[in-house]
């Protein structure tokens, strides 16, 4: 009989841990710390590793990332739970209730942003206003115009700011051109996610698409011409000395590829060719930010 109630409550707790990671949207919040480290590991005053400044920021991070999550959670509650890809969202399907996912927001919010003070003021102000951002303005505007993937890749962007502030304590030039980076990527990594979760998404009344009309050439030709921003941008690191030739090939190489995909979707404006756009999305950011500090030498 104990055995038992000790094998219910280890499954009562794995299943409290698994929607914890669902409320934060997990991956998604790797990804945007990942990238914020990376910027802070890329910032000149930045020698070498240190392991606990290292895993302190990627805490702060996570905490802040995961309450912006959260609150996205809450105020889309309702719409996560008409779309089939939300639905099992711990607040849309009711195993959690909305005091519950209001109380983890706000104590993760600001336990994380305290932590990033511990780095510099600017980088904790950064943190706030990205959360901000993103719960408040972002998250309540996808239902409005489609202009809210504009206003959602400035926090999408800022991580990059945040993790070269602490680094650097300033907002100099590199902090800017990994921001720029990160900022245009968006736009075809969104559309495409967008293109795939469409009936979704329109059921559900977000509006994501630049064309009123959805998938159309139209959409196709704003992702391509985002994707081309990301060629000058991507010279920058290595016109200012923040990286070498190396880096330089790699990511030329990562953007024109990006390029490829975009087209690609442009000439078979299918399902399938946007999905490839996404994935590619992934495997670029990691790749160019990697490449990056590989090949650092400010």
């Excluded at 009711?94 to 990033?116: K, N, P």
């Excluded at 081309?228 to 690191?237: D, M, N, S």
Aim: glycine fraction near 8%; proline fraction near 4%.
């Amino acid at each position: 009989m104990e055995q038992t109630v000790k094998q219910s409550s280890s499954l009562k707790l794995a299943g409290k841990l698994q929607d914890y990671k669902l409320l934060i949207k997990f991956s998604l919040s790797f990804m945007v710390v990942f990238s914020a480290l990376i910027s802070y590991l890329l910032a000149p005053k930045v020698k070498e590793y240190d392991w606990v400044a290292m895993g302190l920021f990627f805490l702060g991070g996570l905490l802040v990332t995961g309450s912006a999550n959260t609150i996205n959670q809450i105020v889309e509650k309702d719409t996560d739970a008409m779309m089939k890809r939300t639905a099992n969202r711990p607040v849309a399907s009711g195993r959690m209730s909305v005091e519950e996912a209001w109380t983890f927001a706000i104590i993760s919010g600001v336990a994380g942003v305290l932590i990033l003070w511990h780095f510099n003021f600017l980088t904790a102000a950064l943190a706030a206003f990205s959360l901000f951002l993103y719960a408040f303005i972002y998250t309540p505007l996808k239902k409005v115009h489609s202009i809210s993937v504009l206003v959602g890749a400035i926090p999408g962007g800022l991580p990059c700011l945040i993790g070269w502030a602490a680094g650097n304590d300033d907002l100099s030039i590199g902090g800017w051109i990994l921001f720029g980076i990160q900022f245009f990527w968006q736009f075809p990594h969104f559309w495409a996610i967008a293109w795939i979760a469409h009936k979704d998404y329109t059921t559900a009344g977000f509006k994501m698409m630049p064309s009123n009309e959805g998938p159309t050439k139209y959409s196709a030709i704003q992702a391509i011409i985002y994707s081309l921003l990301l060629l000058p941008v991507g010279v920058a690191p290595y016109l200012t000395g923040m990286s070498g030739l190396v880096s330089l090939i790699i990511v030329s190489i990562a953007n024109l590829f990006m390029v490829g995909q975009c087209v690609r979707l442009y000439r078979e404006m299918t399902v399938k060719a946007a999905r490839r756009v996404m994935f590619s999305s992934y495997i670029y950011l990691p790749v160019v930010l990697l490449a990056l500090l590989a090949n650092k030498l400010a």
